[in-house]
T-cell receptor
Framework: GDSVTQMEGPVTLSEEAFLTINCTYTATGYPSLFWYVQYPGEGLQLLLKATKADDKGSNKGFEATYRKETTSFHLEKGSVQVSDSAVYFCALIFSGGYNKLIFGAGTRLAVHP | DGGITQSPKYLFRKEGQNVTLSCEQNLNHDAMYWYRQDPGQGLRLIYYSQIVNDFQKGDIAEGYSVSREKKESFPLTVTSAQKNPTAFYLC?????????????FGSGTQLSVL
């Protein structure tokens, strides 16, 4: 079945370090891909998305490129801040029908000053 | 401000008790969803509703029930048949106009068993 696999956390970084959180997916078709972020005690917020191969989603300094050949959608940021500490979820969805987002297990990021 | 409101933030259930989690949205969204979040397992879909008076089971519906009598409300009941109810529950909604691609989430309810 369709699934999303993320790197296990926690990921611990110092402020201004480079961030990569790996995400790969298994899908029978060509889904749209998303990164959601969850701050402590809150719900999920959409961070960025890409709807077709080679699209790059970007927001708040975060980027991810839809790579069909490697079925990946890795999240990157050049210089993290303490305020980026959160849990990050990779997800996929197929257009049409209802919004069944399939989520990865989440990766916790802790950024220290 | 528009958004999704979940209540209560924390809920405790006794053995054999049914409890109901509230979810209200004022975004005029047609579709609403309930997800369960367990540590290390991501989010799993419990129930969803695309329109008033209609809802469908998700991947883990056993032990749960829902209703959709009003567009803005989608309460979730955790029944005594759910043997492992301790989890963080998230409600979400979306508009058909968004091409079914963007979900708005509430801030969640943490349910624990006494």
């Amino acid at each position: 079945g369709d699934s999303v696999t993320q790197m296990e956390g926690p990921v611990t970084l110092s402020e201004e370090a480079f961030l990569t959180i790996n995400c790969t997916y298994t899908a029978t078709g060509y889904p749209s891909l998303f990164w959601y972020v969850q701050y402590p005690g809150e719900g999920l917020q959409l961070l960025l998305k890409a709807t077709k191969a080679d699209d790059k989603g970007s927001n708040k300094g975060f980027e991810a490129t839809y790579r069909k050949e490697t079925t990946s959608f890795h999240l990157e940021k050049g210089s993290v801040q303490v305020s980026d500490s959160a849990v990050y979820f990779c997800a996929l969805i197929f257009s049409g029908g209802y919004n069944k987002l399939i989520f990865g297990a989440g990766t916790r990021l802790a950024v220290h000053p | 401000d528009g958004g999704i409101t979940q209540s209560p933030k924390y809920l405790f259930r006794k053995e054999g008790q049914n409890v109901t989690l509230s979810c209200e949205q004022n975004l005029n969204h047609d579709a609403m969803y309930w997800y369960r979040q367990d540590p290390g397992q991501g989010l799993r879909l419990i129930y969803y509703s695309q329109i008033v008076n209609d809802f469908q089971k998700g991947d883990i519906a056993e032990g749960y029930s829902v209703s959709r009598e009003k567009k803005e409300s989608f309460p979730l009941t955790v029944t005594s048949a759910q043997k492992n109810p301790t989890a963080f529950y998230l409600c979400a909604s979306s508009s058909r106009d968004s091409l079914n691609e963007k979900l708005f989430f509430g801030s969640g309810t943490q349910l624990s068993v006494l």
